[in-house]
């Protein structure tokens, strides 16, 4: 049973960066692909970006690219997204989730850490 616990939200001013941390355990993280997803008040949960479980490949959602940055450290049984140049609209809950391998089912997810953006 794997459990995933994200740190690193706050409130930031337009413009800021923050770093996101997701931290494993278990026994399958570095075996695993990991994604961040996030979902703002009244929409659906979106897709932000995604790793592989070498690290050697990565995905953004459009809007993310060149702003946002995926990392893992498997000796640590971490992710990290690390997010710069933070719009308002980047405002959401942020989840981390685990799947076997890009492209499979999402076996388990974070409990969310809150990203807000001030104007």
């Known amino acids: 049973q794997e459990q995933l616990v994200e740190s690193g939200g706050g409130l930031v001013q337009a413009g800021g960066s923050l770093r996101l941390s997701c931290v494993a355990s278990g026994g399958a993280f570095s075996i695993s692909a990991m994604s961040w997803f996030r979902q703002a008040p009244g929409k659906e949960r979106e897709f932000v970006a995604e790793i592989d479980s070498s690290g050697s490949t990565s995905y953004y959602e459009d809007s993310v690219k060149g702003r946002f940055t995926i990392s893992r450290d498997n000796a640590k049984n971490a992710v990290y997204l690390q997010m710069s140049s933070l719009k308002p609209e980047d405002t959401a809950v942020y989840y981390c989730?685990?799947?076997?391998?890009?492209?499979?089912?999402?076996?388990?997810w974070g409990q969310g850490t809150q990203v807000t953006v001030s104007s």
């Open positions: 989730a685990m799947r076997r391998f890009i492209g499979g089912q999402y076996g388990y």
